[in-house]
């Protein structure tokens, strides 16, 4: 990962806290999924929700799917609210960077007291 990509997953990751922080656990995903933009955008970041992406098999146009986040056109970012993080969590996003292209991904769980974080490049 470039140093480039680690200082960004840094600012992502201060924002996710801050949210974390005045908001607390508790809430719907739908709640931190407004929250979390707000912060990234008051630090000067571009950020797409909702951003619907095209999923192809066999070379053909299947389905549509729409991502938590996009920040800076570089990093997925998925928002859950979940007891404990587990595989599919994990595949969901890689199946995510691998349909963008992208190779970084942030997965954050805002139900735990402490805000989960797992980081994922592909």
Not at 70 to 91: G, M
Not at 102 to 109: D, T
């Amino acid at each position: 990962m470039t140093l480039e990509l680690e200082e960004l997953t840094g600012k992502i990751i201060s924002c996710a806290i801050e949210v974390h922080k005045k908001l607390g656990p508790g809430f719907l995903e739908s709640i931190y999924q407004v929250a979390l933009p707000m912060e990234l955008v008051k630090q000067k970041l571009k950020v797409e929700t909702q951003k619907a992406i095209k999923i192809f098999y066999e070379g053909k146009e299947i389905g549509l799917h729409r991502l938590d986040l996009v920040v800076e056109d570089q990093i997925v970012v998925e928002l859950k609210t979940v007891k404990d993080f587990d595989e599919s969590h994990i595949a969901q996003l890689i199946s995510y960077l691998n349909a963008t292209g992208l190779k970084v991904g942030l997965l954050f769980n805002f139900a735990k007291a402490v805000l989960k974080i797992k980081r994922v490049v592909s």
